[in-house]
């Protein structure tokens, strides 16, 4: 990264940088990609007024990394480490910046109701109290839970995947009124999603919705974007089988997906649900 001298820096405006304090001493340069990776790697270091100006300033820097289609890996594992014994027993809002969206579904829960009839309603729920453990027992927080769908979200992908691997290993262990087979697809994304109230919008969170649907029941299907964001947090025992670039329904760029192999899960699925480019 070349130095930026000082005539530079003075001409460049305020919001080049990540933050500035009330003396208008102006931190953490973010004007291009370069100085981003840098910011990511040093904001640790800085020493905040408030922790109303350390969010305010890692909010800009993360905007900046989503423009330079950064994938802040380092930078998330740091922020964890320094926030998780912070927000212990607090009244956690819901998260923004990177985070990773996990995504559920009931395979043919149409032929599930028509089998169980009214049956099927304890099902779903007992579906749902299990999906609900594994997300919060693994930090997530849940966006909403509606018909057979489920939407959680988590600032670490470690997370995100730990909550996705204990769920289908509990599923697979699980007997189910009159022997059926209830078996849920699960797909993660990592990427910028946009908070709107309670909820979130944006292209990333319609990205994981397709990566979900390209799966099968008992399988996890994750991006290019959450594998990246994996490489130096993937738990041990977890592989990465890799199923091509696939162009997925209204997502206008090619995304690359992988089956996660672990202990506990099925390794044999048919082709997923997207035609193979």
């Known amino acids: 990264m070349p130095k930026l001298d000082a005539a530079t820096r003075a001409g460049l405006p305020d919001r080049a940088f990540a933050y500035v304090d009330e003396r208008g001493r102006r931190r953490l340069p973010i004007h291009d990609a370069a100085h981003v990776r840098n910011a990511l790697a040093r904001f640790g270091q800085v020493d905040f007024e408030s922790d109303a100006a350390r969010q305010e300033a890692r ?3 993360l905007r900046a990394a989503q423009k330079h289609r ?3 890996v380092g930078f998330i594992t740091g922020e964890l480490r320094s926030e998780r014994g912070r927000r212990v027993g607090a009244d956690v809002p819901m998260p923004s910046g990177f985070l990773t969206m996990v995504l559920t579904d009931i395979e043919s829960s149409t032929a599930l109701v028509d089998r169980l009839g009214d049956g099927y309603g304890g099902v779903l729920d007992d579906v749902r109290a299990l999906l609900r453990k594994s997300a919060t027992d693994s930090g997530g927080h849940i966006v909403e839970a509606r018909a057979d ?6 600032e670490s992908p470690a997370d995100g995947l730990a909550a996705a691997l204990a769920a289908q290993r509990a599923l697979s262990t699980r007997r189910w009124p009159g022997d059926v087979a209830v078996a849920v697809r699960i797909g993660i994304h990592s990427g910028y999603p946009t908070l709107r109230g309670d909820n979130y919008i944006g292209m990333a969170v319609h990205t994981a919705a397709r990566v979900s649907a390209s799966g099968h029941g008992g399988q996890i299907v994750v991006s290019g974007d959450t594998r990246m964001a994996l490489a130096e947090l993937k738990p041990r025992g977890v592989r990465f089988r890799d199923l091509g670039r696939h162009r997925l329904r ?15 899960l099925r390794t044999k699925f048919p082709p997923l649900r997207v035609p193979l480019t």
């Open 59 to 61: 909010e800009r820097l």
């Open 70 to 72: 950064i994938v802040p």
């Open 149 to 154: 769908d489920s939407f959680t979200v988590f």
């Open 250 to 264: 209204g997502i206008p760029d090619e995304v690359p997906l992988f089956q996660v192999l672990a202990r506990g």
